[in-house]
């Protein structure tokens, strides 16, 4: 069927609107056309069936939920892509972006899977998955200094290559092992090193990416322009993007980690209140995050109190942390005993609760375990006062609350002296820290999560006056 008059179509289009079973049908003809264009368009389709899954095949659920970090999105109600593809080679993609355009289904590109809300494999439209599973390959030029990875590759398999080559070198992005190259380099990547250094995007020095056309592009061909949009602006926005380079930067051979806890009793809230002056300005070697959650009562599981978890990272040895930190800030209580030196890998497992002994764990695709969350972010321009963390505290008693935490992320040092408009990323000078709200739960049950979800919700709104708006932010990015 060639041209359709326009008699036909309406008659589709009533048969299309009439009958329920029309939808799968037209479903079914839209997988029926990418298959059949695949066969067309890959003249040795043997070549590339073997990654290829449509939901009949006993391995399709396998493929989908194995870079699935929420459970949130793989419940039977979520909508699933008509079929995966984990192409194993640059040349398979082109003819993927073709066959999806000719039968009018959309293309989700998920590398780590890691989106907040899943957006790399979820959608209400027709769509197909291509997933970066098998492009994991992290080139490091020690000499150099830069490193070529592959947008499927994690984070944690790209630390390990870094310093399997060096161990004084490193890339500032982010904490959890399990996150792709592909969604975290395109959105920014922050992480404990970017108060020395800056984010993950900041370093990214050439991409190589396929435009709708199937052009595989550099960043000479690409043009700055686009070039600019994608270390930030999301890379699915704009192309598939098939790997990056990086420059990599300097650390030293050993680093220092201390976690000091607080609870309220222990002053948690006044700490929690000086940090907010002390961690964005201090010593941009030294990078000091704040966990706060609830303390419940081994029985039932009752609030008790909050306990605040002060982890850090410093690019030095303890004794030149030591000094620092109890001068700038004695609050914190700091003691030799509490600080231990290790390597700038060993902090990666550190700070993700992994045996420090154990590097291997970082190459791992999947984590331990998965569960259903949600977060939501804020960013902090101005010290949040005492009694609006007493009140979030009063919010953390609901038995909602059981499993949520706040995150409190430090910004400021390089943060600051990179331009706002260097890259699509606006939190820069006088941004003080970033708030990450998150809760977790164990069950499929809709109601409890309903009510979780809620309650995270009312704890967003409570602080929405105190954090940044940044309306004009927002403004100029859509002008630029
Ligand atoms: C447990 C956890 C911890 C996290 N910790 C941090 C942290 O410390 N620092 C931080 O900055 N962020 C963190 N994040 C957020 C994370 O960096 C982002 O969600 C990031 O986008 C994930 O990249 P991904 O490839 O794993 O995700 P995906 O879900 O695979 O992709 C995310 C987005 O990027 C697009 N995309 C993926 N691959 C490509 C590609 N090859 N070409 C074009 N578009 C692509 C997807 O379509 C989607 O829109 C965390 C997330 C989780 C779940
Ligand atoms: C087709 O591809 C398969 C797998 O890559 C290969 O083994 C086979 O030799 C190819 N056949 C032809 C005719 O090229
Ligand atoms: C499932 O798909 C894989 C990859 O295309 C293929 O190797 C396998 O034979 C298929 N299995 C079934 C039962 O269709
Ligand atoms: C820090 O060290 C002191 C002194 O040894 C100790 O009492 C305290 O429990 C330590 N704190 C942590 C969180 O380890
Ligand atoms: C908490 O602060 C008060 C007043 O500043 C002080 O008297 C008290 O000793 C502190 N408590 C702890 C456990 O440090
Ligand atoms: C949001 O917070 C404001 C006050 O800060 C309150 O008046 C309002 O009821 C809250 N809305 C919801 C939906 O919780």
């Given at each position: 069927m060639?041209?359709t008059?326009?008699?036909?179509?309406?008659?589709?289009?009533?048969?299309?609107l009439?009958?329920?079973?029309?939808?799968?049908?037209?479903?079914d003809?839209?997988?029926?056309?990418?298959?059949?264009?695949?066969?067309?368009?890959?003249h040795?389709?043997?070549?590339?069936?073997?990654?290829?899954y449509?939901?009949?095949?006993?391995?399709?659920s396998?493929?989908?939920?194995?870079?699935?970090?929420?459970?949130?999105?793989?419940?039977?109600?979520?909508p699933?892509?008509l079929?995966?593809?984990?192409?194993?080679h640059?040349?398979q993609i082109?003819p993927?972006?073709?066959?999806?355009?000719?039968?009018?289904?959309q293309?989700?590109?998920?590398?780590?899977?890691?989106?907040?809300?899943?957006v790399?494999?979820?959608?209400?439209?027709?769509?197909?998955?291509?997933?970066?599973?098998?492009?994991?390959?992290?080139?490091?030029?020690?000499?150099q200094?830069?490193?070529?990875?592959?947008?499927g590759?994690t984070?944690?398999?790209?630390?390990?290559?870094?310093?399997?080559k060096?161990?004084?070198?490193?890339?500032p992005?982010?904490?959890?092992p399990?996150?792709?190259?592909?969604?975290?380099?395109?959105?920014?990547?922050?992480?404990?090193?970017?108060?020395k250094?800056?984010?993950?995007?900041?370093?990214?020095?050439d991409?190589?990416?396929?435009?709708?056309?199937?052009r595989?592009?550099?960043r000479?061909?690409?043009?700055?322009?686009?070039f600019?949009?994608i270390r930030?602006?999301?890379?699915?926005?704009?192309g598939?993007?098939l790997?990056?380079?990086?420059?990599?930067?300097?650390?030293?051979?050993?680093?220092?980690v201390?976690?000091?806890?607080?609870?309220?009793?222990e002053n948690?809230?006044?700490?929690?209140?000086?940090?907010?002056?002390?961690?964005?300005?201090?010593?941009p070697?030294?990078?000091?995050?704040?966990?706060?959650?609830?303390?419940n009562?081994?029985?039932d599981?009752?609030?008790?109190?909050?306990?605040?978890?002060?982890?850090?990272?410093?690019l030095?040895?303890?004794?030149?942390?030591?000094?620092?930190?109890?001068?700038?800030?004695?609050?914190?209580?700091l003691?030799?005993?509490?600080?231990t030196?290790i390597?700038?890998?060993?902090s990666?497992?550190?700070?993700?609760?992994?045996?420090?002994?154990l590097?291997?764990?970082l190459?791992?695709?999947?984590?331990p375990?998965?569960?259903?969350?949600?977060?939501k972010?804020?960013?902090?321009?101005?010290?949040?006062p005492?009694?609006?963390?007493?009140?979030i505290?009063?919010l953390?008693?609901?038995?909602?609350?059981?499993d949520a935490?706040?995150?409190l992320i430090?910004y400021?040092?390089?943060m600051?002296?990179i331009?706002?408009?260097?890259?699509?990323?606006p939190?820069?000078a006088g941004?003080?820290?970033?708030?990450?709200y998150?809760?977790?739960?164990?069950?499929?049950?809709?109601?409890?999560?309903?009510?979780?979800?809620?309650?995270?919700?009312g704890?967003?709104?409570?602080?929405?006056?105190?954090?940044?708006k940044?309306?004009?932010?927002?403004?100029?990015?859509i002008?630029?």
């Amino acid at each position: 069927m060639k041209t359709t008059t326009p008699t036909l179509s309406t008659i589709f289009l009533i048969l299309f609107l009439t009958f329920s079973w029309s939808r799968a049908a037209s479903v079914d003809d839209q997988v029926d056309r990418f298959l059949t264009c695949l066969k067309e368009e890959f003249h040795n389709y043997t070549s590339i069936s073997s990654l290829v899954y449509t939901p009949t095949n006993s391995s399709y659920s396998s493929v989908l939920q194995y870079s699935v970090q929420n459970l949130r999105f793989v419940t039977e109600s979520t909508p699933k892509p008509l079929v995966i593809i984990t192409p194993d080679h640059e040349s398979q993609i082109p003819p993927l972006i073709y066959c999806a355009k000719e039968s009018h289904i959309q293309i989700r590109t998920r590398s780590g899977g890691h989106d907040f809300e899943g957006v790399s494999y979820v959608t209400e439209v027709s769509f197909v998955v291509i997933d970066f599973i098998k492009f994991d390959k992290v080139i490091v030029d020690a000499e150099q200094k830069t490193a070529w990875v592959e947008a499927g590759a994690t984070l944690g398999t790209l630390y390990y290559r870094i310093v399997e080559k060096s161990p004084t070198l490193a890339f500032p992005a982010g904490a959890c092992p399990t996150i792709g190259a592909g969604g975290h380099f395109s959105g920014g990547g922050y992480g404990s090193l970017h108060r020395k250094y800056g984010l993950a995007a900041d370093h990214v020095i050439d991409a190589r990416i396929i435009d709708v056309n199937g052009r595989i592009l550099d960043r000479e061909s690409m043009g700055e322009d686009l070039f600019w949009a994608i270390r930030g602006g999301g890379g699915a926005s704009f192309g598939i993007i098939l790997g990056y380079k990086i420059q990599l930067v300097d650390v030293p051979e050993t680093v220092t980690v201390f976690s000091v806890q607080k609870t309220l009793e222990e002053n948690a809230t006044q700490i929690i209140h000086r940090w907010q002056y002390i961690a964005p300005n201090i010593d941009p070697r030294l990078f000091i995050l704040v966990r706060v959650a609830r303390v419940n009562s081994d029985q039932d599981g009752a609030y008790i109190t909050m306990r605040a978890a002060f982890t850090a990272l410093f690019l030095g040895g303890i004794d030149t942390l030591l000094p620092l930190v109890q001068e700038s800030f004695p609050e914190l209580g700091l003691v030799r005993e509490n600080c231990t030196e290790i390597s700038w890998l060993q902090s990666i497992s550190y700070f993700q609760g992994f045996p420090i002994n154990l590097p291997e764990m970082l190459l791992n695709r999947q984590q331990p375990y998965v569960g259903y969350f949600k977060g939501k972010a804020d960013y902090v321009r101005e010290p949040i006062p005492e009694y609006v963390f007493e009140g979030i505290w009063e919010l953390f008693k609901e038995p909602d609350a059981k499993d949520a935490d706040i995150v409190l992320i430090p910004y400021g040092g390089k943060m600051d002296e990179i331009p706002e408009s260097a890259i699509p990323f606006p939190h820069r000078a006088g941004t003080l820290y970033k708030i990450l709200y998150a809760t977790y739960w164990s069950n499929a049950n809709a109601q409890d999560a309903d009510k979780i979800l809620s309650w995270l919700r009312g704890l967003y709104n409570y602080t929405t006056p105190y954090v940044s708006k940044s309306p004009e932010k927002l403004t100029s990015i859509i002008e630029i």
